[in-house]
Each structure stands twice: as C-alpha cells, then as structure tokens.
C-alpha cells in the first residue's frame, strides 16, 4: 500500500516513486500527476519507513491509517487545518498511547493530511497479503539455515604465520656500515 509513496520536504502532498534518474529520482504528484525530479540532496521519506513514537514502541504508518479507517468507518477524516486542540484530541482518540511529547501537532497535521490524500486516490488498502515470491525465498531460506547451519556462518580469517613479514627486510644504509674495515 505504501510501498512507492513518497514524502519530499519542502513540497507539500505526496508523491508516486516512477524511476530512478540521473540526478536523483523521478516522481510524480498524486493530486496533479505532474513529473518531478527530486535530486538527491532532498529528503526523501517513503511512507512504508515512518512511524508514529507510542509510549510502548513505535506504530507504523500503515496501522495509524488502519486506525484511522476504523474509527471513521473507511470515511475522510477531519481537516489537516483544523486546530491544534482539535487534532491533538482526534489523534488522542485515534492512538491513545501516543507519545505527547515526541509527536508534535506538526507530525499530526502531516499523517491527517497523507490519510485524507490516500483516502481520496483510493489508495488504502489493509489486506495483509504478503507477496507469493517474498514467502517462498524467506521460506527456502530459512528451510537452508536449518538443514546446514554451518553455511550461514562465515569462514574464520586465515592467520599468517608468526615472524613472517611483507615487508622486505632493511638493509644498511651505507654498505660499509654492516662490514668491519679490515686495516691493512
């Protein structure tokens, strides 16, 4: 659901990811489908990677628009423009739990105003299907882990032997500093 959406700071909305480009990526705005490019110095964030600070662990993004959905049976929710009173007591019923003093009325106002964006590009989907391909590979890998365990770990360094050097052993820098003058 949230795999190729996009946050860029400093645009306001949210952004499909299309392709990789010279510069940085490509992308495209939900609301006007007009291309981009983001360079790479922008601070990109996909949605899939935020996650709202609880007072137990962190919530992903996915499950606060879960709770979202909810609580307004699959309906847009309350304006991103509301007040801050407003918002800190609709998120409050949202996500009881939430952290108070971590997520600022700032990081509310975002993840109302994404829910309302995804909700009007019908872009919310809760199903829990895994990708067939993803469950096949991580169940082969996990099958070969069990069979050889010993292929999982890494192979010790080979050791050098002791007193053995790479570097060429120092000669004297005059010849005649190594050898005793005989005196004729």
């Known amino acids: 659901m949230l795999k190729d959406i996009l946050s860029i700071s400093g645009y306001g909305g949210l952004f499909k990811y299309i392709s990789q480009g010279r510069a940085g990526i490509i992308v495209e705005s939900l609301e006007d489908k007009k291309r981009m490019n983001a360079s790479a110095s922008a601070k990109v964030s996909a949605l899939e990677d935020i996650a709202i600070f609880t007072d137990t662990e962190d919530l992903p993004l996915k499950d606060v628009f879960k709770a979202i959905s909810d609580k307004e049976n699959g309906g847009e929710t309350i304006g991103h423009k509301s007040s801050a009173d407003q918002l800190k007591a609709y998120f409050a019923e949202v996500i009881p739990n939430y952290d108070r003093e971590r997520v600022y009325v700032s990081d509310i106002k975002k993840v109302v105003n994404w829910y309302n964006i995804l909700h009007k590009f ?62 004729n």
């Open 122 to 183: 019908e872009m919310l989907d809760f199903s829990e299907k895994e990708e067939p391909e993803k469950v096949e590979a991580k169940a082969e890998n996990d099958k070969e882990t069990k069979e050889n365990p010993e292929k999982k770990a890494k192979p010790a360094a080979k050791k050098k032997p002791a007193g053995s050097t790479n570097a060429a052993k120092k000669k004297p820098a005059n010849p005649a500093d190594g050898k005793e003058r005989s005196k």
